[in-house]
């Protein structure tokens, strides 16, 4: 197959346009362009024309649509063995694909035959030899990539290998030995996967999952046999000893022994309440001795106290009326100070009130002076404002923008300058009379003065007295510019805008515009001496002191004297304080006396209170001593009768935590035994119920059963076992036999290798690597070199003649397919550039190279059909 033309329509950058790439031949053909020109578009297009159908929407088609959306078409034409074809794709909206014969115009497939008619080109896909021979920008082949497409190109260079070498047939059986391994492998990948283990749905995997079930029964039929077997044990055991507990004899005897501790029991709690009791009473009595004791005790403490309190009593009384007395003086000495105060505070007052309404008439006097030197300020500030706004009212109107100045100052000089250059090119005349001269020369009527040079335009006749008319011709070309012209007409305008007759009126008005200026600065100058702040400001200040009371201005005094009134107010008024100050300190100390002898009076008298309650009246109180002493002594003999009863009971009691632990052994035996009983009975209805249900299942037949199915099962796992075992000892046989052959089978693709290695490096070989058959390492000067070390540009050189090299193998195995090349050369250096570039020439013979590229200058060596694009309209 070789493409004969290209074209695209609304495609990525190609929004609602179309390109075409016509005159594609054999051989070699670049398309040179800049970078964004649409050549890696144009490689997109023809790969998505050829790898992806119509109806797809994956990510490869989706980058075909412009931003604009749209749908991209795509059209090229081939040749074939079979004739000239055009394809045709649409994608998105409208998709379609056809297929037309270009020498009848007959329509020969479309849609899905379409895709059928494609695929049949192409032979396998992006994983057949196109997918081999076109070269992506950026993809050398040798670098790492997906395992999927690693494998797919593998598998194309190994098909292609051997379909071409019938060498290798004979060493290592080739395609037959290719189709044993690949049988061997599909017998493999029916029982295991990829990494050995057994694969799901297959029969070695249902083999393994018969066992592991049956597995599974044999051991809960085991367990459930098991249980069978215990449960018969256990009945056994759980019947002998129901027997033994449920005889009449041991009920009897176990009945006895709980009554006979059941009354030991009963008789030693009677005699433990009885202890109780007394032990009760003579708590009892021991309390209420205990309290008669301490009444005597309270009693006889109160008659010790009533007799102190009597003494403090008539003290406190004393000091109490001292400190009324006291307090009293001092309030009086207080309510006089106040009264001093009060009146020393009123003529203080007045004193400060008249300086106050002095102070007050002095201050406005003094603001309404300054408010009549402010109106003059802002008089004369007014008139000075109005003086600098009128004169810059004036200088606005006479100054001139200095640049207009030095711009009429330049046009005067070029002015001048031209009229000069002018004047010097003119023709001139001169005439030296001689003393004996007839008459003086006459220029157009006009005498010639003697020795003085006159210049004319054009022509000028001249009569000479005596002789005749002379007539003179310059033959001066005229200017060939009118730059006078402009610099007169650019005067006239300037002095027109600046209102000036000239450049001197102009520089008068300047002088003038600047001494005005020089006065206006002296006026600003003095409006802000006037006005620091502004004339608004200056006018609040006059309206804020116009509000001056001229009332307050009447008010006659001496301030002297008023301010010594005061003074002399303020220290009555600190004298008079600073006394009743005293007498206020004086008052604290009389109420804290005061209120010490009342604090001291009301706590006597509650102790009084206190001790009179517990005495009584005091002509009772000595038989009430005595009434208290013959109680205790009663309580006392009480006390003591209860303690000897209650020692006398103590000895003769009984132990009753001792009776009540025999009687509670001897009932736990009791009732241990009927419980034990009870449950027996239950255990062996239970294993009776369970016994009976496994009889019925024929638990021990199944076992049976199942212990020989799962022999069966375990040997039919050993047989695949063994089978994959062999499988995979066969394909290792096998691999290893084809890797032993591999020179041989790299033998083609060296063959047309190595003549394209010899145009670019000198004394290099390459090694293949045996999986992936592409190259692995090189040797060269005696050293292999990884292919992974080397610079970026040797790896694309050897991936590009790797590919010539398999190009040529198909067209000798007669599926010629063009070689495509997108910026496949972008580190190449100029001299291995030029040798890429021969290798294209050497290989294109009977081969088609499309090569696209961005380094237009690099490329025009390579020579070939130079491609174009061109506008296109579907």
């Not at 994608?91 to 020969?108: E, H, K």
Request: aromatic content about 4%.
């Amino acid at each position: 197959m070789k493409i004969s033309a290209l074209r695209l329509f609304n495609v990525k950058r190609f929004a609602g346009r179309g390109v075409a790439i016509e005159g594609i031949e054999g051989g070699v053909n670049v398309l040179c362009a800049a970078n964004e020109f649409g050549k890696s578009t144009s490689f997109e297009a023809l790969h998505a024309l050829f790898f992806q159908p119509h109806s797809s929407g994956s990510g490869d088609v989706r980058i075909l649509r412009p931003y604009s959306g749209g749908s991209p078409l795509v059209e090229a034409d081939i040749v074939t063995g079979a004739g000239r074809f055009r394809i045709t794709k649409q994608y998105f909206a409208g998709r379609s694909a056809q297929v037309t014969d270009l020498a009848t115009g007959r329509l020969v497939a479309q849609a899905d035959e379409a895709e059928n008619f494609i695929a049949g080109l192409v032979k396998g896909g992006t994983a057949g030899p196109a997918g081999l021979l076109w070269v992506r920008q950026g993809v050398t082949g040798i670098e790492r990539r997906s395992k999927s497409e690693e494998e797919d190109e593998r598998e194309v260079r190994r098909t292609l290998l051997e379909s071409v070498q019938g060498e290798v047939e004979a060493v290592t059986g080739g395609r037959r030995m290719t189709e044993i391994l690949s049988a061997t492998q599909q017998a493999l990948s029916e029982l295991v996967t990829a990494t050995g283990r057994p694969k799901a749905g297959g029969r070695y995997a249902s083999a393994i999952e018969d066992r592991d079930r049956l597995i599974g029964d044999e051991q809960k039929l085991s367990g459930e046999v098991t249980v069978l077997r215990e449960a018969l044990d256990q009945r056994a055991s759980a019947t002998k000893r129901l027997a033994e507990l449920d005889s009449a004899g041991d009920r009897q005897e176990r009945r006895k022994a709980v009554e006979a501790a059941q009354a030991a029991f009963d008789a030693a709690k009677s005699q433990s309440e009885k202890l109780k009791a007394a032990e009760a009473e003579f708590k009892l009595a021991l309390d209420r001795r205990d309290v008669a004791e301490k009444e005597l005790l309270t009693f006889r403490a109160a008659m010790e106290k009533a007799r102190e309190l009597r003494q403090k009593r008539l003290a406190a009384e004393d000091r109490h009326r001292k400190a009324e007395d006291k307090r009293r003086e001092v309030n009086e000495a207080i309510a006089k100070a106040t009264t001093d105060v009060e009146a020393a505070e009123a003529r203080e007052k007045e004193a400060r009130d008249l300086l106050t309404r002095l102070d007050a008439a002095l201050r406005a006097r003094e603001a309404f002076e300054r408010l009549a030197q402010l109106k003059d300020q802002l008089a004369s500030a007014e008139a000075t404002r109005q003086a600098l706004e009128q004169g810059e009212a004036e200088l606005s109107l006479l100054k001139l923008p200095s640049s207009a100045i030095d711009e009429l100052q330049d046009l005067d000089v070029e002015i001048a300058r031209l009229h000069a250059v002018e004047e010097a090119a003119r023709p001139s005349i001169s005439v030296d009379y001689q003393p004996d001269a007839f008459g003086p020369v006459t220029m157009d009527g006009n005498p010639l003065s003697d020795g003085k040079e006159r210049t004319y335009d054009g022509q000028a006749r001249l009569s000479i007295p005596g002789i005749g008319t002379m007539t003179l011709r310059s033959n001066r070309p005229s200017r060939s510019d009118d730059r006078l012209e402009k610099a007169q007409a650019r005067r006239r305008t300037l002095l027109s805008s600046m209102g000036v007759d000239d450049l001197a009126a102009a520089r008068k008005r300047q002088v003038q515009a600047q001494r005005m200026d020089a006065g206006l600065g002296e006026l600003r100058g003095r409006l802000s001496q006037l006005a620091p702040q502004g004339l608004p400001r200056l006018r609040e200040n006059v309206a804020a002191q116009s509000a001056v009371d001229a009332g307050a201005l009447e008010l006659k005094a001496d301030p002297a004297q008023v301010r010594t009134s005061l003074a002399e107010a303020e220290e009555r008024l600190t004298a008079v304080r600073l006394v009743r100050r005293e007498m206020e300190s004086l008052d604290g100390n009389a109420s804290d006396a005061f209120i010490a002898a009342e604090k001291e009076s009301a706590a006597l008298n509650a102790e009084w209170t206190q001790v009179d309650s517990i005495l009584g009246p005091e002509e009772e109180r000595a038989a009430r001593e005595q009434q208290l002493v013959k109680v205790r002594d009663d309580r006392e003999r009480s006390r003591a009768d209860a303690e000897v009863h209650a020692e006398r009971l103590r000895a003769t009691a009984i132990a009753l935590d001792s009776a009540e632990a025999v009687l509670k052994r001897a009932r736990s035996v009791e009732e241990a035994a009927e419980k034990e009983i009870n449950r027996l009975r239950e255990t062996i209805a239970g294993l009776n119920a369970g016994i009976c249900a496994r009889a019925d299942e024929a638990v021990e037949e199944k076992w049976r059963e199942t212990t020989d199915a799962l022999s069966t099962a375990t040997a039919r796992v050993a047989a695949f076992a063994k089978e994959v075992t062999i499988l995979q000892r066969l394909a290792s046989a096998l691999e290893a036999a084809r890797s032993q052959a591999r020179e041989l089978y790299l033998k083609p693709v060296m063959t047309e290798l190595t003549p394209l290695l010899g145009l670019l490096f000198d004394d290099v070989s390459i090694t293949f690597d045996e999986k992936s058959l592409l190259p692995h390492a090189i040797r060269r000067s005696g050293q292999e070199e990884d292919v992974d070390r080397l610079s970026g540009g040797m790896r694309e050189q050897l991936s590009v003649l790797t590919r010539l090299a398999f190009a040529r193998l198909l067209a000798r195995d007669g599926r010629p397919a063009p070689v495509i090349l997108d910026d496949a050369l972008v580190y190449s250096d100029d001299d291995r550039i030029e040798k890429m570039f021969d290798a294209l020439h050497r290989q294109s013979r009977d081969q088609q190279i499309i090569v696209f590229s961005c380094r237009q200058r690099a490329f025009q060596r390579l020579g070939g059909n130079i491609l174009q694009m061109t506008d296109w309209q579907p």
